[in-house]
């Protein structure tokens, strides 16, 4: 089960600049909104302040989205003109280009059931979840031995059978 919900926090699925939505509706290529560049947020961190009305903040995807933002605006429709001023020509609706907290996981839920197999998806799945350890078991080797006149290799005609015994491995040749 997880321990955590994954992301723990709302992040940004793209680089760019978070934005209040609002403040952007009525950005276009023709009429390209201006808004203060009031910091950056990088994957993994956090904002830690408060943003004013009619900022953004530049943001790689991967970092939390600051307190009061709603919205990321990917980079390429944004212009930096200078440290601390961003052109922007589109708009962003509320929640665009960010994934909430929990959407892949809340805690609580089950990631793996007994006799699941643990490919390469479900343990990055766990290991967002906060889970470091888990019980194994290993798949079974099996063999089969058949004995009697009436028993032959698979492939092998019946005519070759003889009185001796077929022995077949799927992880061997032969």
């Known amino acids: 089960m997880?321990?955590?919900s994954y992301p723990s926090s709302d992040v940004s699925l793209k680089d760019g600049y978070a934005v209040k939505s609002g403040s952007v509706a009525a950005a276009s290529y023709r009429r390209?909104?201006?808004l203060r560049v009031t910091g950056s947020v990088f994957a993994g961190s956090g904002f830690g302040k408060k943003v004013p009305q009619g900022s953004a903040v530049k943001i790689c995807s991967g970092g939390s989205i600051p307190e009061g933002l709603d919205a990321v605006v990917s980079g390429e429709f944004c212009e930096e003109l200078s440290p601390g001023e961003v052109r922007i020509r589109a708009d962003a609706e509320r929640g665009r280009n960010v994934l909430r907290k929990g959407e892949e996981v809340k805690?609580?839920?089950i990631i793996a059931k007994k006799g699941d197999m643990l490919l390469p998806?479900?343990?990055g799945?766990?290991?967002?979840a906060g889970i470091s350890h888990a019980r194994v078991y290993r798949r079974p080797r099996v063999a089969l031995l058949?004995?009697?006149?009436e028993v032959v290799i698979p492939g092998?005609?019946?005519?070759q059978a003889n009185s001796t015994p077929a022995i077949w491995s799927p992880w061997e040749p032969g």
Do not use: I, N, S
């Open 107 to 109: 805690a609580g839920a």
């Open 121 to 123: 998806g479900r343990l």
């Open 32 to 34: 390209p909104v201006f």
């Open 146 to 149: 058949g004995v009697g006149d």
């Open 156 to 159: 092998q005609p019946f005519a």
């Open 2 to 4: 997880a321990r955590v």
């Open 125 to 128: 799945l766990a290991a967002a």
